[in-house]
């Protein structure tokens, strides 16, 4: 095992006892290979995390915040519509890219190709993409 991912692997027990304490979903627990929406801001409220190819969330129109971590695949891909439709913004993989993978707020915008845009409560389903 590396020496970064010890360093992740200690940061998340880390993340994910204090904020299971305090009874609160962390980003730490978009486990590997899943891509997460959280009801609330900054990974609060109803949780939902998918790691299929595709698909639509059950929490629909109802996301604040949202992370990626992908096991094989560089990008998560968040759609406005169901079935992967409408307008979209993409996230990378926090364990294979390590950058641009989470957001706190997604009124402000989110991503490199959401910025700027309000996408609070809009997201209705994902793909994984650069597999
Ligand atoms: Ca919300
Ligand atoms: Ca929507």
Redesign the pocket.
């Known amino acids: 095992m590396g020496k970064a991912m010890r360093f992740l692997l200690m940061i998340g027990a880390a993340f994910g006892f204090t904020f299971g304490a305090m009874g609160v979903a962390s980003a730490a627990e978009c486990g590997s290979g899943y891509t997460c929406i959280w ?3 900054d990974y609060g ?1 109803d949780y939902n995390a998918r790691s299929i190819n595709s698909g639509d969330f059950s929490l629909n129109n ?3 915040s949202a992370g990626a971590n992908g096991a094989t695949c560089r990008t998560s891909r968040f759609y406005d519509g169901t079935g992967q439709s409408g307008s979209y913004f993409t996230l990378s993989s926090a364990q294979l890219v390590g950058s641009n993978y989470q957001d706190p707020n997604l009124s402000n915008g989110v991503g490199n190709d959401g910025a700027g845009i309000n996408w ?2 809009r997201v209705s389903s994902y793909q994984f993409l650069n597999c």
């Open positions: 009801q609330n801001n409220g109802a996301a604040s609070d409560n």
